[in-house]
């Protein structure tokens, strides 16, 4: 039989299974997974086991028994101690253990044990009847001639036994809508200790430059966090502008044991009455389950709190203190005094949310009343401040819908009052605005106004070929009374970093056809039966791409790093007015905002 250890969490449970699932595997023989339990006794070394979720062989048992190793596998349990003590004696972070370890592995194979605690140790099965593994095996060369099995054998099960809590499914569809989303997650808890400064790969100067290198070539991204300690997060992650979601943990488990065995020493010492004891002893526990369950049903929308202060004389005095889901700092008056807009959530998990701003007058703070958001405060996306036609300053709050839509509020001070502009009491929401997640309003023409986007769906010049539908771009400006003014047209190649700029004439009858790098831009009659090449956009890579920018009547017209853009017009160009140069000053790059708006 062979046996082995498990230890430390979720990700190297899976490696302690793989090497053992391999060795199984290649020998032939059955596998027995111990798991210890001594996390209950406030071992740092192991957590619960983790593995049920998984879709683990049923070749593989556990066994649930600190003392089995000890008790059944007694040579191979005495070497192991020898070993570890022998480590911790001399330092486990003071030097590189993987050279004795590789050195004492033959005779330690020979009793049936293999210890790895760093690197890669090739283990051979030996002659021994038991065969002990221990160590954490962190490396694909354990199990690289049995991956395809394992990996598979480590997916997730769909509808796990512990499936889901409520809070977890909700930040599960959160990641599902997301267009593009990019999980983070964050070791905090021991990692942080002075102590334990060597185990602190991941640096928030890493984190940062990593949020960065996202940013920079997957500018539609979202962040969700991972952490043991979201606060800790929260105060050093520099997401690069990018919208951060956060999931809570709880360690109020830990806290309670901590709790119970301080309380057992006590005890021990005669120095605690017993029915004080076990009330202590049972309240921690009974705190810890609240405490759990209550982080898991309240979203990171809710637990957050803002403060106004006033500073005089060298003291601050406290204003106000008021809950919030998002907040944003503004001028909506145009006074000079920026205003506190809040959004708070809404009542029920289904309710809308509501906004709120709080305002100077005549040195006291006033509080406008609730005017309607489109959706719940968890679903919004991004705020942005930005000016109406005419100038009035705005908020523009863009909200996820039904996984499928973008719905856009627009708040703004209208008649001395605070209003949303764009709310529509007969449908109650605002503007919806694109079917994806990754189109918000924005200054697109440089003006000052704000445009919001609305899409329009292209039809297929070719409706045999596949692929992902293909949309216009209607960009649109609002006045202060909520009517609309079209600004212009856009086709938008988001993954590619480039946007065209059509003429508001003929971009409702346009059709884009993708064949590769070639992206071939057709207008259709007035009655949509027959569509006309205008022009192509050529995005070419390669070592001949300044060649292939010339030929078949193409020309080049930018550059950049890796990558040249030409374009061709079709004889029927000049009937839409299109010229090389309108076709050049049309092309724009798409510019990333790293001030997204949320605060």
């Not at 719905?407 to 764009?422: E, G, K, L, M, Y």
């Not at 010229?579 to 510019?591: A, G, V």
């Amino acid at each position: 039989m062979i046996y082995a250890e498990l230890s430390g969490g979720l990700g190297n449970q899976m490696f302690v299974y793989a090497f053992a699932r391999a060795m199984g595997l290649c020998c032939q023989e059955p596998v027995t997974l111990i798991d210890r339990q001594d996390w209950k006794t406030g071992s740092p070394a192991h957590t619960a086991l983790a593995l049920q979720a998984l879709h683990i062989s049923s070749e593989v048992q556990f066994i649930t028994d600190a003392g089995f190793a000890k008790q059944h596998l007694p040579v191979q349990n005495a070497a192991k101690a020898l070993m570890i003590r022998h480590e911790q004696r001399v330092g486990l972070m003071d030097r590189d253990w993987h050279p004795f370890e590789a050195r004492m592995a033959p005779m330690l194979n020979a009793i049936g044990l293999h210890f790895a605690t760093e690197g890669f140790t090739p283990a051979k099965r030996g002659h021994a009847k038991d065969f002990l593994a221990w160590g954490y095996f962190q490396g694909a060369d354990y199990f690289k001639n049995q991956a395809e099995t394992i990996r598979a054998e480590l997916l997730p099960i769909e509808n796990p036994e512990h499936g889901f809590t409520a809070a977890a499914a909700a930040f599960a569809r959160e990641i599902e809508a997301s267009p593009f989303p990019v999980c983070l997650h964050w070791r905090c808890g021991d990692y942080l200790l002075p102590q334990n400064a060597a185990l602190q790969v991941c640096t928030p100067e890493y984190y940062a430059a990593a949020c960065r290198t996202v940013c920079q070539s997957l500018p539609q991204a979202e962040l969700f966090v991972f952490s043991d300690d979201p606060a800790y997060v929260r105060q050093h992650l520099d997401a690069a502008g990018l919208p951060v979601h956060y999931t809570y943990g709880t360690n109020k488990f830990s806290a309670a044991c901590g709790t119970t065995f301080a309380t057992a020493q006590f005890f021990q010492k005669g120095a605690m009455n017993i029915r004080v004891g076990l009330l202590a002893a049972v309240g921690s526990f009974v705190g810890s389950a609240l405490g759990s369950h209550i982080v898991l049903l309240l979203s990171d929308q809710v637990l957050r709190s803002v403060s106004v202060y006033s500073f005089s004389s060298g003291s601050a005095e406290q204003l106000m203190m008021v809950g919030y889901s998002k907040f944003i700092t503004c001028d909506l008056n145009d006074d000079g005094c920026s205003e506190l807009m809040v959004i708070l959530p809404g009542e029920s998990e289904t309710g809308t949310g509501s906004a709120v701003l709080y305002r100077m007058q005549d040195g006291n703070i006033e509080r406008s009343v609730e005017v309607n958001v489109s959706e719940d405060a968890t679903h919004i996306r991004r705020i942005t401040v930005g000016r109406l036609l005419g100038g009035t300053p705005a908020v523009f709050v863009a909200s996820a819908v039904n996984n499928s839509a973008i719905v856009t509020d627009v708040f703004a001070w209208r008649n001395d009052r605070f209003s949303n502009i764009s709310y529509s009491r007969d449908s109650d929401t605002s503007v919806q605005t694109l079917r994806n997640y990754y189109v918000y309003a924005e200054d697109i023409d440089g003006d000052g106004v704000m445009e919001l986007p609305s899409l329009i769906t292209m039809k297929r010049v070719f409706p045999e070929q596949e692929g992902k539908q293909k949309f216009l771009i209607r960009w649109f400006a609002m006045d202060l009374e909520g009517r609309e003014m079209d600004k212009f047209f856009t086709f938008h190649n988001y993954l590619g970093g480039w946007y065209m700029q059509l003429a508001s004439s003929w971009a409702p009858r346009v059709s884009v056809d993708q064949d590769g790098g070639r992206y071939t831009f057709y207008v259709w009659d007035e009655d949509y039966r027959e569509a006309s090449a205008v022009f192509s956009i050529y995005v070419l890579t390669g070592g001949s791409r300044e060649e292939d920018a010339t030929v078949d009547g193409r020309f080049a017209f930018y550059r950049a790093e890796g990558v040249v853009y030409a374009a061709k017009l079709e004889a029927n160009a000049a009937e839409f007015g299109i010229t090389e140069n309108q076709l050049i000053n049309n092309f724009h790059l798409i510019q990333q905002d790293w001030k997204t708006g949320e605060t």
